[in-house]
């Protein structure tokens, strides 16, 4: 799925996005509703519309130098969406499919989104009165 083109359709908001934007290995059906949920949580915790912003970057995550445990996310190709503003999206938190030890209501309210999305990482995070909520997404690999 492209990006660009949702980016575009929201431009009621504040965009952040690289100007060569990988594409997602989902689904703009699967896609959405967790999006929305995003927004919707933003809004919920009262942000204004046009002071949410929504970001797009292009993540790459190395194995560990040593060996070691991977981390999460797991070592590949991502593309990191995130909402942010002056939002309490609750504690500090993250989610991954198999991590079932969740702190963050919002995470494990939208638990099934982000699965459906394929979601491969989340988190949310907090520094004094702003907030945030970033999905990784495994990006595209081309098929040639």
Do not use: C
């Not at 965009?15 to 959405?32: A, G």
């Amino acid at each position: 799925m492209q990006l660009g083109p949702v980016l575009t359709a929201h431009g009621f908001m504040r965009i952040e996005r690289p100007p060569l934007l990988w594409d997602v290995d989902t689904e703009d059906l699967q896609f959405f509703p967790l999006l929305g949920e995003m927004i919707a949580a933003a809004l919920g915790k009262g942000t204004p519309l046009a002071e949410i912003t929504l970001a797009a970057s292009n993540v790459a995550v190395e194995p560990s130098p040593d060996g070691g445990e991977p981390t999460a996310p797991h070592p590949g190709e991502y593309v990191a969406v995130t909402v942010s503003g002056t939002a309490d999206f609750g504690p500090d938190a993250a989610w991954t499919q198999t991590d079932r030890k969740r702190t963050n209501a919002l995470l494990d309210r939208l638990s099934s989104s982000l699965e459906t999305a394929g979601a491969r990482f989340a988190y949310v995070r907090r520094i004094g009165d702003h907030g945030s909520f970033t999905v990784f997404l495994a990006r595209l690999q081309d098929s040639r």
